[in-house]
């Protein structure tokens, strides 16, 4: 199970891993947790609710590259930067809806963004999936991938003594794959939304972060 903060961070996080599993014939259910819709807040072409929906349309279509049908997808639309942590209110609610997801699909695996991401709705969402997973009778192994410590943090935050294991996926097969998966995330590559002009685009400083035949991961103690 893959969970997303937002739309786009499936493709750039593990996009080859997603496909590597699905091509071993393995099932793989993706939760987009917020709306995403602060990306072009501005718009007025693209007003949340249609905004919401462009960013719902571009991930299935990103998913549906990576082999990943409608039908192993969940958006539980929580607002955009609005990811609520513990004791924030929300978070609860956010917990039980994770939950109940997780009952139905069973996961053995969760991947999800590092706790210590620089976005807060990224580490709200790990916080959220800790939370959920230690309810169920039968606990996932879960694995954290990295966004925006490329970009935002300092490589030396990932040199500390408290995670056990990184793991480093060998993407090349399906390299290409990933890479068609993030464009398909129009709105967010491209000035398809060109009214705002302070609205948010993955520059390609930012994609060279992700334009390599790996994906690393962290995991606990």
Same mark, same amino acid.
């Given at each position: 199970?893959?969970?997303?903060?937002?739309?786009?961070?499936?493709?750039?996080g593990c996009g080859g891993t997603i496909a590597l599993l699905r091509k071993a014939g393995l099932p793989v259910h993706v939760i987009f947790v917020s709306d995403g819709t602060l990306s072009h807040p501005n718009s007025k072409i693209y007003p949340a609710e249609k905004l919401r929906e462009l960013r719902e349309t571009e991930a299935l279509s990103a998913l549906? =590259? /990576? $082999?990943?049908?409608?039908?192993?997808?969940?958006?539980?639309?929580?607002? *955009?930067?609005? #990811?609520?942590?513990?004791?924030?209110?929300?978070?609860?609610?956010?917990?039980?809806?994770?939950?109940?997801?997780?009952?139905?699909?069973?996961?053995?695996?969760?991947?999800?963004?590092?706790?210590?991401?620089?976005?807060?709705?990224?580490?709200?969402?790990?916080?959220?999936?800790?939370?959920?997973?230690?309810?169920?009778?039968?606990?996932?192994? =879960? /694995? $954290?991938?990295?966004?925006?410590?490329?970009?935002?943090?300092?490589?030396? *935050?990932?040199? #500390?003594?408290?995670?056990?294991?990184?793991?480093?996926?060998?993407?090349?097969?399906?390299?290409?794959?990933?890479?068609?998966?993030?464009?398909?995330?129009?709105?967010?590559?491209?000035?398809?939304?060109?009214?705002?002009?302070?609205?948010?685009?993955?520059?390609?400083?930012?994609?060279?972060?992700?334009?390599?035949?790996?994906?690393?991961?962290?995991?606990?103690?």
């Amino acid at each position: 199970m893959v969970i997303a903060p937002h739309p786009d961070d499936e493709s750039l996080g593990c996009g080859g891993t997603i496909a590597l599993l699905r091509k071993a014939g393995l099932p793989v259910h993706v939760i987009f947790v917020s709306d995403g819709t602060l990306s072009h807040p501005n718009s007025k072409i693209y007003p949340a609710e249609k905004l919401r929906e462009l960013r719902e349309t571009e991930a299935l279509s990103a998913l549906k =590259i /990576l $082999q990943v049908d409608a039908a192993n997808t969940s958006f539980m639309r929580i607002k *955009d930067r609005s #990811v609520p942590n513990p004791g924030e209110e929300g978070f609860e609610a956010a917990i039980n809806k994770m939950l109940q997801i997780f009952q139905q699909f069973n996961p053995d695996t969760i991947l999800v963004t590092w706790e210590k991401d620089p976005h807060p709705d990224h580490r709200a969402s790990w916080q959220i999936v800790n939370e959920a997973a230690s309810l169920l009778s039968k606990k996932p192994r =879960i /694995l $954290q991938y990295l966004i925006w410590i490329w970009e935002l943090g300092k490589h030396s *935050d990932l040199l #500390v003594n408290q995670y056990t294991k990184l793991y480093l996926v060998k993407i090349a097969s399906v390299f290409q794959q990933k890479k068609q998966a993030i464009a398909a995330h129009v709105s967010q590559v491209s000035r398809l939304i060109d009214d705002d002009p302070e609205g948010f685009i993955l520059s390609p400083q930012i994609l060279a972060h992700f334009d390599y035949a790996d994906e690393l991961f962290i995991e606990q103690k």
